[in-house]
């Protein structure tokens, strides 16, 4: 049976403080979802042919309803906003 400790195991992969090592990994979680989300907006632009602003734009001013539209851009939205989150809170991971 090896005598192996959580800080020990951390401490050989480079991570002097558990953490630090806590940190990395919220970091890679956080990278992760950042690129995923990026990807989505991306996919919606080409399937909607137009930026966040624009179809924001019809959303507000048009009195017509179209669901998938209206789906459509209320995914846009909800990625654009967890987009701002994560970058806050990879601000707020880099800070000392």
Known sequence: MSSHT???ILAGLGY???L????QQARMILLGR???YQ???RQIETVQGESLAEVQAHYVTENQEDFAADDA?????WYH???????T????????
């Not at 809170?89 to 000392?96: F, G, K, V």
């Open 6 to 8: 959580t800080e020990s």
């Open 16 to 18: 002097p403080d558990p």
């Open 20 to 23: 630090v090592a806590a940190r």
């Open 34 to 36: 950042l690129a995923r």
């Open 39 to 41: 990807a989505a907006i």
């Open 73 to 77: 851009y209320l995914d846009w939205q």
């Open 81 to 87: 906003d967890a987009i701002e989150t994560i970058e």
């Open 89 to 96: 809170q990879l601000a707020i991971l880099a800070a000392p």
